[in-house]
């Protein structure tokens, strides 16, 4: 028996909505073992919180979330309800203090990192799916256990489901996903939308997929309405590996997203959204895996347009990016990890 779980986490239109949805995927695996989960969270999207709710997670949806004071008043009851629960953190607001909190609570603590931002960590498992976070230096306590790298990437239960699907690589692509995050900050989706009238290709389509905290949902109607080639608009998508796997290119920001394109070996251009993409981004072009655009806030609509034009004419680079993408993410990392916990689980 797994016992119980207990995951704090936030999303927002201004902090993506990465962190819960690969939080989700944990959560998923957790019962898929036998195991309870409780979901904590400031996430005031009703949209975002219907996840958690049809998995049937017990949700406990916070006001105002920290450095507030009524965060950790809260999270402490309700630690206190499960004494031998099993805590995740995943957001960058939670510091130091909030991780010594929950040890001084006696409770056992894994933490979802990106960055290894902090000065001093003191989870029991430190876990970071990124590309290259083997060279992060973490300081960390004696009996800190780390999992690094993209051994350990966490997929939901619906991506599970298509180990075993092969890709096709056409001779000249005609299928464009785009999915530049939850979020969508600042709207660069527009310009994908505004390069790809410019890309020459025949029979180009086009499926853009948006977040449910996206603000920008009237403009891209708009702009759709306008387009010389079909473009389909879904919003809060809950089919994406289907959608994945319908296209034969993808534009995605760095974000969570571009895991689930990698197992299905999708070959990806990849824009920064947020700071903490860009070394994701520089390594997706660095290992050959995608090719890695820069900022979302540089970008060039000329330049993504000959970009896009010149991947879909590519056979030979999509086929190398896909080969190395589905060998990378195998789609066994939630396995891996929930290995881990139980190793690390005290005796009741």
Same mark, same amino acid.
């Given at each position: 028996?797994?016992?119980?779980?207990?995951?704090?986490?936030?999303?927002?239109?201004?902090?993506? =909505?990465?962190?819960?949805?690969?939080?989700?995927?944990? /959560?998923?695996?957790?019962?898929? @073992?036998?195991?309870?989960?409780? +979901?904590?969270?400031?996430?005031?999207?009703?949209?975002?919180?219907?996840?958690? #709710?049809?998995?049937?997670?017990?949700?406990?949806?916070?006001?105002?979330?920290?450095?507030?004071?009524?965060?950790?008043?809260?999270?402490?009851?309700?630690?206190?309800?499960?004494?031998?629960?099993?805590?995740?953190?995943?957001?960058?607001?939670?510091?130091?203090?909030?991780?010594?909190?929950?040890?001084?609570?006696?409770?056992? &603590?894994?933490?979802?990192?990106?960055?290894?931002?902090?000065?001093?960590?003191?989870?029991?498992?430190?876990?970071?799916?990124?590309?290259?976070?083997?060279?992060?230096?973490?300081?960390?306590?004696?009996? =800190?256990? &780390?999992?690094?790298?993209?051994?350990?990437?966490?997929?939901?239960?619906?991506?599970? /489901?298509?180990? %075993?699907?092969? #890709?096709? *690589?056409?001779?000249?692509?005609?299928?464009?996903?785009?999915?530049?995050?939850?979020?969508?900050? $600042? $709207?660069? =989706?527009?310009?994908?939308?505004?390069?790809?009238?410019?890309?020459?290709?025949?029979?180009?389509?086009?499926?853009?997929? !948006?977040? /449910?905290? $996206?603000?920008?949902?009237?403009?891209?109607?708009?702009?759709?309405?306008? %387009?010389?080639?079909?473009?389909?608009?879904?919003?809060?998508?809950?089919?994406?590996?289907?959608? !994945?796997?319908?296209?034969?290119?993808?534009?995605?920001?760095?974000?969570? @997203? !571009?895991?689930?394109?990698?197992? +299905?070996?999708?070959? %990806?251009?990849?824009?920064? %959204?947020?700071?903490?993409?860009?070394?994701?981004?520089?390594?997706?072009?660095?290992?050959?895996?995608?090719?890695?655009?820069?900022?979302?806030?540089?970008?060039?609509?000329? @330049?993504?347009?000959?970009?896009?034009?010149?991947?879909?004419?590519?056979?030979?680079?999509?086929?190398?990016?896909?080969?190395?993408?589905?060998?990378?993410?195998?789609?066994?990392?939630?396995?891996? *990890?929930?290995?881990? *916990?139980?190793?690390?689980?005290?005796?009741?």
């Amino acid at each position: 028996m797994m016992g119980n779980l207990i995951i704090r986490v936030d999303a927002s239109a201004e902090m993506g =909505t990465g962190h819960l949805m690969r939080c989700l995927a944990l /959560a998923q695996a957790w019962k898929d @073992t036998g195991g309870k989960v409780t +979901f904590i969270t400031a996430c005031q999207s009703s949209e975002l919180l219907q996840r958690p #709710r049809e998995e049937d997670f017990e949700l406990h949806v916070l006001s105002h979330p920290y450095p507030d004071a009524g965060d950790w008043e809260q999270v402490e009851d309700i630690l206190g309800a499960h004494p031998s629960a099993w805590v995740v953190l995943d957001g960058y607001h939670f510091d130091e203090a909030y991780q010594q909190r929950v040890k001084g609570a006696e409770h056992q &603590l894994l933490v979802i990192d990106d960055m290894a931002h902090l000065k001093h960590y003191y989870a029991d498992i430190v876990l970071n799916q990124n590309l290259g976070a083997e060279e992060y230096h973490y300081s960390c306590e004696p009996y =800190t256990k &780390l999992l690094v790298g993209s051994r350990y990437v966490l997929l939901r239960r619906e991506f599970l /489901a298509w180990r %075993s699907w092969k #890709r096709e *690589i056409p001779k000249v692509a005609q299928r464009v996903l785009v999915t530049l995050g939850g979020g969508d900050f $600042n $709207n660069p =989706t527009l310009n994908v939308i505004q390069a790809l009238q410019r890309v020459d290709v025949s029979g180009l389509e086009t499926i853009v997929v !948006i977040g /449910a905290s $996206n603000s920008y949902t009237s403009a891209l109607e708009a702009a759709i309405r306008q %387009s010389q080639i079909p473009i389909r608009l879904i919003r809060d998508a809950k089919n994406m590996p289907e959608l !994945i796997a319908w296209a034969d290119v993808a534009v995605s920001a760095a974000g969570t @997203t !571009i895991w689930e394109l990698l197992f +299905f070996g999708t070959p %990806s251009l990849v824009l920064i %959204s947020a700071t903490n993409q860009r070394y994701v981004a520089e390594q997706i072009g660095s290992e050959g895996i995608g090719e890695s655009l820069g900022s979302v806030e540089t970008l060039s609509v000329d @330049t993504l347009a000959e970009t896009i034009a010149r991947l879909l004419r590519d056979q030979v680079l999509r086929a190398k990016m896909s080969k190395r993408g589905k060998k990378l993410v195998d789609g066994i990392g939630v396995t891996r *990890i929930i290995s881990e *916990i139980h190793r690390e689980m005290l005796p009741p």
